[in-house]
């Protein structure tokens, strides 16, 4: 390497010297970023970053999704095989994980350039003899293995279960013909074919950043990011996605950054350069700028022009100088550890003068080296100071301790890379806590993890689920549409969602009081409330409660048969109370859809969930309650309203928090209201102020338009159901449901022997036995899995860990595509009051209730997740109800309550005056103005006295 001799430079004069490291140190000058520049390239990796995300793969930095859903439990065991390409060698390794240890095998291969550079076959049958060899040296010819392909360049992939991965294009020194836009994994698949000797079955392509971030997560359950420093460079991490489960590793393919000119202020001329002549002139600008593969040549580029400008060897540039290639970066680590002198001072002889001139070469020498690896560390520090800081954002974190697991020769031979890399993370972003932890076996351990991990759960999504993982941004506009066409008087005919006015227009403003009853029928259980309401020094609440059973023959039985044990139950209840004298104004919470022209009347358009009692749909169900308790005779009520279970809850939770203006119920079933503005409903008069819309949005896709991700699954529990047809959406989110997709899933897995060994018991068989309370323990944290077995076990079925985790993930994939879908809608609607309102951030409470929202254990944080990643700007406060609609329905009551006092004491002094046809219809005249103003407070009254008979 060192051609030294040819390059002697004499007689150096001490004024020279001074001169010639000040030059030198001009022409580094442009390699010394300033704190400013840093910050700058921070933001735009940031910036890069998200247009990647939001682009999908049209931008600089691609963002390739990599199907990798979590790093490893410990849970992983068997023996894998790991094919490691694209770094400096190629890499074969046998993998045997067993009770959280890994054992490894490994050979390493050289790919000749001309391999590299020359045919796509070419290159992938080399690589089948090198694993040929490797499983000979194993002596596992036989053993058909499951593999992982570790491939260190830019690759599309649709899904880690379908093992491809489509190449966008080559990086670093590969440039085989055929292959970009190939499916690698195919062309490897048959490369193996044409040798005939052996068989491997690929169940897994990553990317070598997400290898080393999985092998290192091994170790460290903090790693959630990889990061390469070697040939190449390239990041990766675990993004917040909105797919089936909530976070999933990205490939940023960050040494894209600056492809669309982004660097271009720092890029150097000798970068150009070295740009200029590379295989993919353009291209991965950055990492031009900071990985191995180019750094040397950097080096030499200016060492070229510092001879040319005769500032170095007697301005002698000779033919080795000018060999591309020549100064390899690990002469770069090496010279800056001091391993290696530019010159060596052996063949000097003892000519002291000389030796002056070659530790002065060596010096600069060193001084371009330090330039330029330091620039190469600061910038990767910049770059990860943006992905951590933006790990730390997704998690609305204000300090995030994280790991970042590292691999590639830069970082691990050069000998400051590390230090300068961690300090420049560390003052870019100062609320992170980044510690580099080195990975000690290379992507290829990483990449028999994740085929592990393919293996055990991947396999039975790819056949399963990949219908499950749906478009929250899609379903999010499609629903928006809905509400749009629901509130129009002409397209409300044919859409969907119903949009019901409730007739409720302000939520409780504290001025309430009084001695309420309230029904609450609908949910999973029937409850009959006393609310009383008192105004001592504050608005207080005392609440007593009944559960009372609906046996399955009432519910589904005659209408009549229904009230009479509504109204039976009201009766115990008023004894108990000692209140059976009294005509207390009763609130009734009717949890399913009803067609309202006032407060005190709601005709049922149609039974769901489990109600199917006959007689009832088209009826008014406040005439059908009375009716009930006419008959009886033994008490009296006063029913004043009837509201949805997701009214009484933005009522509940309005109590509490004024700034409630939605109320979502996911529980046995699901819907949502929220207050609207008048104007927007047209099917009310008037067009001031709001009123509170029971949206219904169970129905949503009963007109088609969630067919495209209905699963079979969905198919059969809706033909199973009392109302097939109907109800689409709430059959696929729902507690009522949930339980039942699971077990449907199990059985078809079991079927085809990929759960239970095949055995399917009676129990497995029957509707029911799997219930949406069982998925909540399965998805525990800590115990998931013991439940699982428990459950599984009394289902009558012994399985194995490997079960239970299958069913764990079945659960999970289930209860994620709920709360995505939940969440689409709820964002819907979060984003029509904000537009609505016309404000930029939007602050508002949403009052919850629902037994699945309340017992799933990861439910609600993933919902809240998902929504605030749609409508990033709003703050939104999830408001648990705890005490059920009941009490929201008084409120409601109370309000109707007082309106119906003050009309009952106008009614009374009009009725005094006994006014003849004729004197009424002149008050009528002169009174046109009062009318416009009372008809709102007391609209019957007035009508009934100003109306001429
Ligand atoms: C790891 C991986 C390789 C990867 C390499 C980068 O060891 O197993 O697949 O490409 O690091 O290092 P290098 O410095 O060889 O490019
Ligand atoms: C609240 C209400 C019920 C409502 C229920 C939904 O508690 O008071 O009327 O229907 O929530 O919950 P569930 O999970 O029982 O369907
Ligand atoms: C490739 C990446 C790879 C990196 C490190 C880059 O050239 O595009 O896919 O991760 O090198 O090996
Ligand atoms: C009904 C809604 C109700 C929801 C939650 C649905 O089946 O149609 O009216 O709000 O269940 O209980």
């Not at 009084?514 to 609440?541: C, M, P, W, Y």
């Not at 049922?604 to 009886?632: P, Q, S, Y």
Request: hydrophobic content about 40%; proline content about 3%.
């Amino acid at each position: 390497m060192c051609h030294h001799n040819r390059f002697l430079l004499l007689n150096v004069a001490k004024s020279d010297i001074i001169s010639l490291v000040f030059q030198v140190d001009e022409t580094l000058c442009p390699f010394k970023l300033s704190q400013e520049q840093l910050q700058l390239v921070k933001a735009r990796m940031r910036a890069g970053l998200e247009a990647g995300l939001k682009t999908k793969g049209s931008s600089a930095i691609k963002m390739l999704p990599s199907y990798v859903y979590r790093t490893p439990d410990g849970t992983e065991h068997g023996k894998y095989l790991a094919l490691d390409l694209g770094g400096t060698n190629f890499r074969a390794m046998m993998v045997n994980f067993k009770r959280q240890n890994a054992r490894l095998y490994h050979k390493i291969y050289t790919i000749p350039l001309e391999i590299m550079q020359g045919t796509g076959e070419e290159l992938f049958d080399h690589i089948a003899q090198c694993v040929s060899d490797f499983l000979d040296y194993m002596g596992m010819k036989n053993a058909h293995l499951p593999a992982g392909f570790t491939f260190s360049f830019p690759c599309e992939q649709t899904a880690i279960d379908t093992v491809s991965g489509t190449l966008v294009s080559w990086t670093k020194g590969y440039k085989a013909t055929d292959c970009e836009g190939h499916d690698v994994v195919s062309m490897l698949r048959e490369a193996i074919k044409r040798r005939n000797e052996f068989d491997l079955d690929i169940v897994a392509v990553v990317n070598d950043t997400v290898g080393t971030m999985m092998s290192c997560a091994y170790e460290d359950p903090q790693c959630e990011i990889g990061l390469i420093a070697g040939t190449g460079t390239n990041v990766c991490y675990m993004e917040e996605v909105d797919a089936e489960l909530s976070k999933m590793c990205i490939n940023t393919e960050w040494g894209g950054l600056g492809d669309d000119g982004s660097l271009d202020d720092i890029i150097t001329p000798y970068d150009m350069e070295v740009n200029q002549n590379s295989i993919n002139p353009g291209r991965q600008r950055f990492e031009k700028l900071t990985s191995g593969m180019y750094l040397g040549e950097i080096v030499r580029q200016v060492l070229l022009d510092l001879t040319r400008g005769g500032l170095l060897f007697r301005g002698h540039v000779t033919e080795t100088l000018k060999t591309p290639g020549i100064f390899e970066t690990k002469y770069l680590s090496q010279i800056e550890r001091g391993d290696m002198i530019f010159c060596d001072l052996a063949n000097c002889g003892t000519n002291s003068l000389l030796s002056v001139a070659i530790m002065i070469m060596d010096f600069i020498v060193m001084q371009v080296c330090g330039a330029v690896s330091r620039r190469a560390a600061q910038l990767c520090g910049a770059g990860m100071a943006a992905v951590v800081d933006k790990i730390r954002e997704n998690r609305g974190l204000d300090h995030l301790n994280i790991t970042v697991g590292v691999d590639g020769a830069l970082y691990k031979l050069h000998p400051h890379f590390s230090r300068v890399l961690k300090d420049t993370t560390e003052v870019l972003a100062p609320q992170c806590n980044v510690t580099f932890l080195p990975s000690e076996e290379g992507s290829g351990k990483g990449a028999a993890l994740i085929s592990a991990v393919a293996r055990q759960i991947g396999q039975h999504r790819g056949r399963y689920f990949s219908t499950w993982r749906v478009s929250v941004c899609a379903h999010n506009i499609q629903f928006r549409r809905e509400l749009a066409k629901g509130l129009g008087r002409d397209t409300n005919p044919t859409a969907a969602l119903k949009m019901l006015p409730t007739f409720v227009r302000s939520i409780p403003d504290g001025s309430e009081k009084g001695d309420f009853i309230a029904l609450d029928l609908g949910g999973s259980n029937f409850r009959i409330l006393r609310v009383k309401v008192s105004h001592e020094k504050k608005q207080t609440v005392q609440m007593e409660s009944q559960i009372y059973d609906t046996p399955e023959d009432i519910i589904h039985g005659s209408g009549t048969r229904l009230f009479d044990h509504v109204a039976e139950c009201l009766g115990d209840f008023m004894e108990k109370q000692n209140i059976k004298d009294k005509k207390l104004p009763v609130g009734f919470t009717f949890s399913f859809p009803c067609q309202q022209t006032k407060l005190d009347e709601g005709f049922l358009i149609t039974w769901t969930k489990r109600f199917k009692a006959g007689g009832v749909e088209g009826m008014d169900v406040v005439k059908l309650l009375n009716k009930a308790i006419k008959k009886r005779g033994d008490y009296d009520a006063d029913i004043m309203a009837v509201v949805n279970d997701t009214v009484g809850t933005m009522m509940t939770c309005g109590f509490d928090d004024q700034r409630c203006e939605v109320g979502i119920i996911i529980g046995t079933g699901t819907n949502a209201c929220y207050m609207e503005e008048l104007r927007n409903i047209d099917l009310v008069e008037g067009d001031e102020g709001r009123m509170c819309v029971n949206t219904e949005w169970g129905a949503f896709g009963d007109d088609g338009r969630l067919e495209d991700i209905r699963t079979e699954f969905d198919r059969e529990i809706d033909r199973g159901s009392i109302n097939p047809g109907k109800q689409l959406f709430e059959k696929m989110v729902s507690g009522m449901y949930m339980g039942e997709l699971v077990r449907l899933i199990l059985v078809k897995m079991a079927r085809e022997g990929l759960v239970f060994e095949g055995r399917i018991t009676p129990e497995l068989l029957t509707k029911g036995k799997f219930e949406t309370k069982h998925i909540s323990a399965i998805e525990k944290s800590k115990e998931g899995l013991s439940k699982a077995r428990e459950i599984l076990t009394r289902l009558g079925v012994e399985p194995s860990t490997d079960d239970c985790i299958a069913v764990q993930h079945v659960c999970t994939v289930v209860s994620f595509r709920s709360a995505n879908l939940i969440a689409a809608a709820l964002a819907g609607i979060l984003m029509r009051l904000k537009e609505n309102k016309g404000v930029a951030r939007l602050r508002t409470t949403v009052g919850i209730d629902g037994s699945l929202y309340k017992m799933h254990p990861q439910y609600a944080r993933r919902l809240h997740k998902a929504v605030r990643r749609l409508v990033p700007d709003t703050d939104v406060r999830f408001l648990l109800s705890e005490s059920g609609s009941g009490k929201g329905a008084a409120m409601v009551t109370a309000v109707a309550y007082r309106l119906a006092e003050h009309s009952r004491q106008i009614a009374q002094i009009l009725s005094e005056f006994r006014l003849t046809t004729e004197q009424l219809l002149e008050v009528r005249k002169l009174s046109q103005w009062c009318v416009c103003v009372c008809v709102c407070v007391f609209p019957c009254v007035l009508c009934h006295y100003l109306t001429p008979s």
